[in-house]
């Protein structure tokens, strides 16, 4: 490890990064333009939750990477080992046990503490990229809290499909000011947006910053005869029995038997640990 | 002991001491009303070591440095110049500020954002002789309820944050410990 480059990135672009940081949790929601560098690693591999990470770790810190709720995708894998070999870093697949978790497509099932810190990986973070392709268009609206479009998209959903489509990255209004892209979690994630753990978000490609501080209101955009609703598989985890938690479909084989199991890997490790079984593990077990 | 000069109380391993400071100062702008310790630096007097830390941490050729009133010095100058690289400014275009709360007042001499570019405010730096968890009532994001800060002036606060989500964000510091008051926090006080 050389220490004169903790972390890969050089002290001035760590400087860059963290007086951005610095600003996002100052005004929530609100995107904030960083000089992204070349990693080492192609983007839409995290390279801005990357960054993020790199300027928010310290030796001490025990890190975690979840890809769309797993810790054992390349993805993952490989962020891990870059942190274990740049910073020294101890790593973990465990919620709890970690104190800076990376991620991408989700949010942890386990509820995160005040000491824990959440960087999510953003490939696009505009809200608004969709109904306006210009940058100094989408600052204005922004600026002058025009969201209208944003209510107009989402209401002609319910008017073709009955509902809301929009399964992810499902836009929410932060601290009654900014709208806000919060990547690409399920909608199931919204309310948990919420939280005691300070969450940062990092565009790499769109080299933009943004953050939610602990217990800041954050509310997903819906109407009033048409409330939001986290959705999610209606059906209990098949290995783990949860209820509670955000399931993956799995199909098991070419006749078509599927199977619902928890996308949070180390949830549902931890409450098969903990005892609890699902309807395979019970058929299995008989 | 010899005299302080320019060249010493910088870090001795910078990557980590600057590490370990900036998760200090993160942690105090993401909860207003959080005190945490803040060492690293060994800045020339009046400079706090938390505030010499802060400069260490944040600033460098790409930021502009305001020095307030007494702490316009040429140690202080040449130290901070030394070990950061960062341009002495006046207030008006400074990205951050140093000095007493009476030497950075009026608070109107410093850069708020734009409306598209809120982030492109001042950091104000307020050297303090105390630093409590009481006084006046802070609630907002980071905040669970409510929590209390020592402020040196509630009202000039009360202005910035009516600015949302323009306004200057600030550390406060005292000794070798830290707190911080961003733009969004809102604040009162008990009748
Ligand atoms: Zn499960």
Redesign the interface.
Known sequence: MNEYNFAYLDEQTKRMIRRAILKALAVPGYQVPFASREMPMPYGWGTGGVQVSAATLTPEDTFKVIDQGADDTTNAVSIRKFFENTAGVKTTEETEKATVIQTRHRTPEAKLRKDQIIVYQVPIPEPLRFLEPRETETRKMHSLEEYGLMHVKLYEDISQHGAISTAYAYPVKVSDRYVMDPSPIPKFDNPKLEMDAIQLFGAGREQRIYAVPPHTKVVSLDFEDYPFEATKADHPCDLCGAEDSYLDEVIMDDAGNRMFVCSDTDYCRSRREAGHVGRLAEENAA | MTAQTQFSGGFQ????Q???A??A???V???PGEIRDLRGAQPPKPLSIAAGTLLL????P??KVHLAGEFNTDGVREWLTFHTGAPISQAAVA?FAVGSWAELSPLGSFRIGT?????R?A?LIVECDALQQAGAILS?????DTARLSLPDAPALQANAAL??LGC?FFFTCGDRVAAL???TQISVEA
């Open positions: 391993n910078a990557p980590v600057a590490a370990h900036f998760r100062a993160m942690t702008m993401a909860q941490t944040l600033c460098d790409e930021t990205d409306a598209e570019y809120p982030d405010s950091t907002g994001p980071g905040i669970k949302y989500p964000d961003p733009r969004s």
